[in-house]
């Protein structure tokens, strides 16, 4: 079994920054490709950004120039770093991985932008 478990969320004021972790814990041979997903309240969850198992990114246009994804694969672990941060950043943020044909979702944790 895997478990991924996110860290790093809490309140911050618009324009500053946080650091978000994911860590996969478990029976892990390797690891595809990771993710940040968000969800507002009341919205669906949508895509921030992914990083495959090789490093390559992809992000949201919303998200483009301000946050930047990266892993460690000797710790199995996803990070988000945001940066300039705006109240419409405030969501439920899951990290998800890749592992052979599964798909595996951690718990959420919560991200506030506001003064």
């Known amino acids: 079994q895997v478990q991924l478990v996110e860290s790093g969320g809490g309140l911050a004021q618009p324009g500053g920054s946080l650091r978000l972790s994911c860590a996969a814990s478990?029976?892990?041979?390797?690891?595809?490709?990771m993710g940040w997903y968000r969800q507002a309240l009341g919205k669906q969850r949508e895509l921030v950004a992914i990083i495959s198992s090789s490093g390559s990114t992809n992000y949201a246009d919303s998200v483009k120039g301000r946050f930047t994804i990266s892993r460690d694969n000797s710790k199995n672990t996803v990070y988000l770093q945001m940066n300039s941060l705006k109240p419409e950043d405030t969501a439920v943020y899951y990290c998800n991985a890749r592992l052979a044909l599964t798909i595996y979702w951690g718990k959420g944790t919560l991200v506030t932008v506001s003064s």
């Open positions: 478990g029976t892990i041979f390797s690891i595809g490709a």
